[in-house]
């Protein structure tokens, strides 16, 4: 019992950045509970301080959506910004590829992940989007690229 908590609490202190809720619009009417919508969301890096990332993605309404139920679309898009200074001496001591998000879109077998990407020849950090589900994962995904300390 003990070795199950400790397992949990490490990997809650290595969990991915949590979203932050900027807004949503709704796309589609549901006479019971809530309507479909897209909501956009931004996250920290939680490697590189300065980088903000922005995703947006199809929440479904519903009775089912409303309960937590549904599951959500796989499309999903993503812009990351600077937003402060970045150590740049950090930056190719950092792991690449690296989950820096991931939320699921569904109750149990679909997660929506944001993969951090560190282009050492370009000087870029590249962050992919992209849903994956246990058995069958999505090939939509979209991608932001920041470029660090251009000479």
């Given at each position: 019992?003990?070795?199950?908590?400790?397992?949990?609490?490490?990997?809650?202190?290595?969990?991915?950045?949590?979203?932050?809720?900027?807004?949503?619009?709704?796309?589609?009417?549901?006479?019971?509970?809530?309507?479909?919508?897209?909501?956009?969301?931004?996250?920290?890096?939680?490697?590189?301080?300065?980088?903000?990332?922005?995703?947006?993605?199809?929440?479904?309404?519903?009775?089912?959506?409303?309960?937590?139920?549904?599951?959500?679309?796989?499309?999903?898009?993503?812009?990351?910004?600077?937003?402060?200074?970045?150590?740049?001496?950090?930056?190719?001591?950092?792991?690449?590829?690296?989950?820096?998000?991931?939320?699921?879109?569904?109750?149990?077998?679909?997660?929506?992940?944001?993969?951090?990407?560190?282009?050492?020849?370009?000087?870029?950090l590249v962050y992919l989007s992209y849903t994956d589900r246990?058995?069958?994962?999505?090939?939509?995904?979209?991608?932001?690229?920041?470029?660090?300390?251009?000479?």
């Open positions: 019992m003990t070795r199950a908590i400790l397992t949990l609490l490490a990997l809650l202190v290595a969990a991915p950045a949590l979203a932050e809720d900027i807004g949503s619009v709704g796309y589609r009417f549901k006479w019971v509970g809530p309507n479909d919508r897209i909501a956009v969301e931004a996250f920290d890096d939680p490697d590189v301080a300065g980088v903000t990332c922005y995703i947006s993605r199809a929440r479904i309404g519903g009775i089912k959506g409303a309960l937590g139920l549904a599951e959500d679309p796989s499309d999903a898009s993503i812009a990351c910004r600077q937003v402060g200074p970045i150590d740049l001496a950090k930056l190719d001591k950092i792991k690449s590829p690296h989950e820096v998000f991931s939320e699921r879109a569904s109750l149990i077998f679909k997660t929506t992940q944001v993969v951090r990407f560190w282009d050492a020849k370009r000087r870029v246990i058995i069958e994962g999505s090939p939509k995904n979209s991608i932001s690229v920041v470029p660090v300390g251009l000479k």
